[in-house]
């Protein structure tokens, strides 16, 4: 169903409407899914209902802002496997029964949409600035899960505005307007501003890292840097404050070396409510960590050693989930455009995942939780049949005006599928 419609309500006839003016309609209670749509391909009236383009509309309201909650995943060091986590962890809390909305916020390289079997998304955060769409909810992809939506990312559009903290402060306020119990934002690596202001700025930041010593660092100065463009933007019309800091800017954030103890000692000669006003802003960051592709158990303490160098030296405590094994599977699944723990529940990346998620993130007991993954693990197998295969995606012909790639595509006039630009990301990362 494309572009504009004709409703039919009450024996009146309306339209046509363009799909923003329909989500009015539905959100002011003037169109409900018993009226009916005019289907051109069918030459006939058909209940909205009936119509699975729009069960967005319909979708059960989450009210309260305090059922929703923005889960960002970032890292310090690039292909560390947020994209994978990510897709992963919404695909978990979805068969739950949560509303849950992925969002791809990795600007300069936006890969989640093939991760979820996705080749051409339909829309992009593109078309929410350039269209002005008036509500992010008219981006939202379909997925195989009814409960699970998509929002797909652009590459370069935040870039290329650089945009200031109050319009990521912005975007972040649209999210949580969707329909969602949660959403979660997989984010671009390492310490640009467009990363760590969204980490900052959510309800709960999951850090990413493998065992490798470069990401454990890269991990370690990520987080640093996020608390202190916290300490930046909290005392931001506070001079005094700032010259503690001695920056104006991210470049010189990263080379403050100081402990942060030593920093409240600082602030403490500017006036004891900075100082403590400082240490509230300090001890209320909660980064949580999880360690990815774990191959020997000794490497597990590695999240330890980064949690114990934050309480030290940045005077913060940071909430070590726990790690998710280096797993054939997870390779495998990428390759086969599928999440994890779809690809195959009973992996052991997927249960360890399965584990982080029931325990750790919905902080479920052990009996509760151990229930809770089994729930988790039906469902999963259940839509897991249903759930569109590598071999279905490319026996379609995917070229399309649509393709990012259309104005630069080497391979439209052979008429080679472009998939093989599509999944260029892959096996870049
Ligand atoms: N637990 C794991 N076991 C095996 N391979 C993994 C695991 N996690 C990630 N990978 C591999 O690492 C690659 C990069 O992961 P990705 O999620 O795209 O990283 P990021 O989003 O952090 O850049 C994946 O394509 C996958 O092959
Ligand atoms: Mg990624």
């Not at 916020?105 to 078309?127: R, V």
């Not at 495998?332 to 249960?351: M, Q, W, Y």
Request: net charge negative.
């Amino acid at each position: 169903m494309n572009g504009n419609v004709l409703v039919r309500i009450d024996e009146k006839q309306y339209g046509p409407l363009s799909h923003t003016e329909l989500r009015t309609l539905v959100r002011n209670g003037k169109f409900a899914p018993h009226d009916y749509i005019w289907l051109e391909d069918e030459g006939e009236w058909v209940p909205a209902d009936q119509i699975k383009e729009l069960d967005t509309l319909f979708r059960p309201v989450v009210q309260h802002e305090s059922e929703k909650k923005i889960i960002a995943v970032g890292s310090g060091k690039g292909g560390v496997g947020k994209t994978v986590l990510s897709s992963s962890i919404g695909i978990g809390l979805a068969a739950l029964g949560n509303e849950v909305v992925l969002v791809d916020a990795d600007f300069g390289g936006a890969n989640l949409h093939t991760c979820m079997g996705i080749l051409e998304p339909q829309y992009t955060f593109l078309d929410y600035y350039t269209l002005q769409r008036e509500s992010l909810e008219d981006i939202l992809l379909d997925t195989p899960l009814n409960n699970l939506k998509l929002i797909s990312g652009a590459s370069g559009i935040l870039g290329l505005a650089n945009p200031k903290y109050s319009q990521k402060l912005k975007l972040v306020r649209e999210l949580k307007k969707l329909n969602a119990n949660y959403v979660i934002m997989d984010l671009g690596a390492g310490s640009s501003l467009s990363v760590i202001d969204f980490f900052i700025a959510v309800d709960e930041g999951i850090l990413v890292t493998s065992p490798e010593p470069t990401a454990i660092q890269e991990s370690f100065d990520f987080v640093k840097l996020c608390l202190l463009r916290k300490v930046q933007q909290a005392f931001r019309n506070e001079p005094e404050v700032l010259a503690l800091l001695e920056v104006d800017g991210i470049n010189s954030l990263s080379q403050f070396s100081a402990p942060v103890d030593q920093l409240l000692e600082r602030a403490q000669k500017i006036s004891s409510d900075i100082a403590s006003s400082m240490e509230q802003i300090i001890t209320s960051f909660r980064p949580r960590l999880i360690l990815n592709s774990v191959m020997e158990p000794d490497e597990i303490k590695e999240g330890v050693a980064i949690k114990t160098a934050a309480a030290e030296l940045l005077s913060i405590d940071i909430d070590y989930m726990g790690y998710v094994e280096y797993d054939e599977d997870v390779h495998e699944s990428v390759k086969d455009l599928r999440p994890f723990i779809i690809h195959n529940p009973r992996s052991k990346a997927a249960r360890s995942l399965a584990r982080l998620i029931t325990v750790k993130l919905l902080q479920k007991s052990s009996i509760e939780g151990f229930l809770e993954k089994r729930r988790m693990r039906k469902r999963i197998s259940m839509t897991a049949k249903e759930y569109p295969s590598v071999e279905n995606l490319e026996s379609k012909t995917i070229c399309s005006v649509k393709c990012f790639y259309w104005d630069d595509c080497e391979y439209q006039n052979g008429g080679h599928p472009c998939r093989i630009r599509h999944l260029e990301s892959l096996f870049h990362s």
